[in-house]
């Protein structure tokens, strides 16, 4: 991977911000791949001011993940968080924006629709990654087959924790989500893992350096050709 330390975590969403509007001025139908939390909200500040004159009307997209039976309308939903933070503020067509089905009742056939999209859709042109600090990549927790595909997980006890801060109280924090695999996540044409802060050095250093191990999902990165990895000082700390 190409490790960029930046100085703070708006540079790194500028950078990744004039990267998308490359991709997309060279193809308007482009396919990014959408990532929720708090690590990908400085590129979608960054894009704002930035699609002046680029035309985003057949601009695509499809979310990481998506948690399971939170209904779409609840505000923590990742399709209400990426409608809020995404496709209202940069004007994106919301039918071309898509999220994994995280209903019950979708949820026999979810995984496989949102494979099928994706691969009708062309792949994703550039996939936007966080960490968690577990070392997840989309909402693959460890243990999770390299070769996976877009299916449900349960969500390891930290993950609620660090996300415990979207809801109001720990248990209101889904147990479950459905995720883009790792697989998935491996045909992106290119991988951009931002991670920003202290708390996920520690990940950083094993996706980047450690060895390629399930134990830790993001170190699946070292086997894609392309891959740009963004970080503060602080989140490079641990590199070598
Ligand atoms: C989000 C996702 C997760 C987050 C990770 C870091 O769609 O797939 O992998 O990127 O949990 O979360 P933040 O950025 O909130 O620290």
Redesign the pocket.
């Known amino acids: 991977a190409e490790v960029v330390i930046v100085s703070d975590a708006s540079v790194a969403g500028g950078v990744v911000a004039d990267e998308i509007v490359r991709v997309v001025r060279s193809r308007p139908d482009a396919v990014l791949g959408l990532?929720?939390?708090?690590?990908?909200l400085p590129v979608y500040e960054a894009l704002r001011p930035r699609l002046g004159g680029v035309d985003v009307s057949r601009m695509r997209g499809f979310?990481?993940?998506e948690y399971v039976g939170l209904d779409p309308s609840h505000p923590q939903s990742?399709r209400s968080v990426i409608a809020r933070e995404v496709v209202e503020p940069l004007g994106l067509d919301p039918a071309r924006i898509r999220t994994p089905d995280g209903s019950l009742e979708g949820i026999a056939h979810a995984g496989e629709d949102y494979e099928a999209a994706i691969e009708a859709a062309g792949g994703v042109d550039l996939q936007i990654?966080?960490?968690?600090t577990d070392g997840?990549?989309?909402?693959n927790e460890p243990g999770s087959s390299f070769a996976s595909l877009t299916r449900v997980k349960t969500l390891t006890r930290q993950?609620r924790e660090?996300?415990a801060r979207f809801f109001d109280r720990i248990d209101d924090v889904p147990m479950h989500c459905i995720?883009q695999g790792l697989g998935t996540i491996l045909r992106a044409r290119h991988l951009v893992l931002l991670a920003f802060g202290a708390g996920?050095a520690e990940a950083v250093a094993g996706a980047v350096e450690g060895p390629v191990t399930a134990s830790l999902p993001g170190s699946a990165i070292q086997l894609h050709p392309h891959v740009t990895v963004l970080v503060d000082e602080d989140a490079a700390s641990g590199l070598r």
Do not use: R
């Open positions: 990532a929720t939390g708090s690590t990908p979310a990481l993940d990742y990654l966080g960490i968690g997840h990549i989309g909402f993950t660090d996300n995720t996920k």
